[in-house]
């Protein structure tokens, strides 16, 4: 494993357990502290996928959201995950879907979880190839009883919000070579994209509140449910290696894009020719 350079580094309350293999400063934020542990680790990522079968039409490929976790054993990071594990954040995800399925018709189902491992040993940081680790079919579909599924690019998207913050080079000037251009300090986070809702789901081309809110509150209780079990959803960054606690899950009312999901195929084209001047 890479080891010395990597890191993970989790916002935690209170203080640490004796034990704990962590280096422990404060945070700035009262009662709270960022405990970093350098060395070797190995996260599980659980990939979840949404079947796409129209009314019209065949269906369509996957669309996939995934996570990233921390197996913690008496405070110290541990890839021995057991089925207990994998079932628990299985159960807790089913638990979201259960409560935000009603925004969704049935052409669109939760169908499969997939887990592979993952981390600093794995490409592109790394060298080694992800193992896949367990897959589990399900057919979980949507009970929207009304409204018109939106066109499948369209996304809702959850930001993951870290402490973490990068400095971007040559801002202003093509590429991004240091010493170029100017310096702006940016934030790292990360990003779940949902597949599109119903059409219900809008109010004046924008997410409604009541959706937005849903989608932000539930995928808070997913991590709160999650952590509580010593498996800690993280950002992991594949470039660096490294993996930072997530503080904060935000859902606005902007859609989002997400071209690879549009229809393979049209059912119709209209074309008109235009005459040769």
Known sequence: MPGADTFVRL???GVLESGWDWLTIDFG????????????YR?????????REPTVGVAQDVDQITYHFLNLTSGEPDDSWTVTDFTTVEGFFEQIWSSLKTNYTPEIKLSEFSWRYDGPEFRPFGTGFSPA???VLKDIPGTASSGTQLPPQIAATVTEVTESK??????GVPGSVPGTGSTQLRNRWGRTYWPAPSHTCLSHGRWSSAFAAALS????MF???VVDADLIPVMYSPTTGNSWSITEVRCDDITDVIRSRRFVEPLTRAPNPIPAP
């Not at 934020?29 to 542990?37: L, M, N, P, R, W």
């Not at 996260?43 to 079947?51: D, H, Q």
């Not at 990068?166 to 801002?171: I, L, N, S």
């Not at 509150?217 to 808070?220: D, F, G, P, V």
């Open 11 to 13: 916002v935690v309350e």
């Open 166 to 171: 990068y400095t971007a080079f040559g801002v």
């Open 223 to 225: 991590y709160i449910n």
């Open 43 to 51: 996260l599980a990522k659980l990939t979840v996928s949404f079947a």
């Open 217 to 220: 509150t539930q995928t808070m």
């Open 133 to 135: 680790i367990r897959n």
């Open 29 to 40: 934020d009262e009662g709270k502290s960022v405990a970093t542990y350098t060395g070797d």
